[in-house]
């Protein structure tokens, strides 16, 4: 069974930073793609960063780009987002996400980040 | 960047009866990158339909997909209680490489 469980949510100052970490089990973690993906309170999906099963290819959103960093540790089976200079609009439920081709296949339960003086 | 619009914000419907589920992109998207999701409160999102008409492991056949181009459909042929629910379409591209719609709540009427 994919099971994908999210930590290092909080309670952080705007200007902060975090770092969430996402321990996968259940699969061959570095044969998947694996994405961030955010959800503000009462909001819809917004997708944040993906990153390849070999950590080469990486991508970002323009809204955390040169902020946030997605990384991947093939051989603890963990997938990271250390998000710096953090914002009062990146407060959201943060899931992190196996993809499979051209959609996102199973999905964490999400840990909630609260950007907030 | 490709924009997708989802009608309607939400959809008041009895149980038993069809839903229709509207997602429109600004621009052509490619069939295989079409994916629709189902998320309940307190809980993550679930893979429904993806490759615009393909159900998700475990998903009822009364769910269905259709569309092309710039028109897509999330159909449920006839609504059970647990089918309540915010439902997202996404599209996969290059960048940002998914983008989702702002979500159609279907509630009980």
């Known amino acids: 069974e994919v099971q994908l469980l999210e930590s290092g949510g909080g309670l952080v100052q705007p200007g902060g930073s975090l770092r969430l970490s996402c321990a996968a089990s259940?699969?061959?973690?570095?044969?998947?793609?694996m994405n961030w993906v955010r959800q503000a309170p009462g909001k819809g999906l917004e997708w944040v960063s993906a990153?390849?099963?070999?950590?080469?290819?990486?991508y970002y959103a323009d809204s955390v780009q040169g902020r946030f960093t997605i990384s991947r540790d093939n051989s603890k089976n963990t997938l990271y987002l250390q998000m710096n200079s953090l914002r009062a609009e990146d407060t959201a439920v943060y899931y992190c996400?196996?993809?499979?081709?051209?959609?996102?296949?199973?999905w964490g339960q999400g840990t909630l980040v609260t950007v907030s003086s | 960047e490709i924009v997708l619009t989802q009608s309607p914000g939400t959809l008041s419907l009895s149980p038993g009866e069809r839903a229709t589920l509207s997602c429109r992109a600004s621009?052509?998207?490619?069939?295989?990158?079409l994916a629709w999701y189902q998320q309940k409160p307190g809980q993550a999102p679930r893979l429904l339909i993806y490759?615009?008409?393909s159900r998700a492991t475990g998903i009822p056949d009364r769910f269905s997909g259709s569309g092309s181009g710039t028109d897509f459909t999330l159909t449920i042929s006839r609504l059970e209680p647990e089918d309540f629910a915010v439902y997202y379409c996404?599209?996969?591209?290059?960048?940002?490489?998914?983008?989702f719609g702002q979500g159609t709540k279907l509630e009980i009427k």
């Open positions: 621009q052509n998207v490619s069939s295989s990158y």
């Open positions: 490759g615009t008409s």
């Open positions: 259940g699969f061959t973690f570095s044969s998947y793609a």
């Open positions: 990153i390849s099963g070999g950590g080469g290819s990486i």
């Open positions: 996400a196996r993809v499979s081709p051209a959609r996102i296949e199973y």
């Open positions: 996404q599209q996969y591209g290059s960048s940002p490489r998914y983008t």
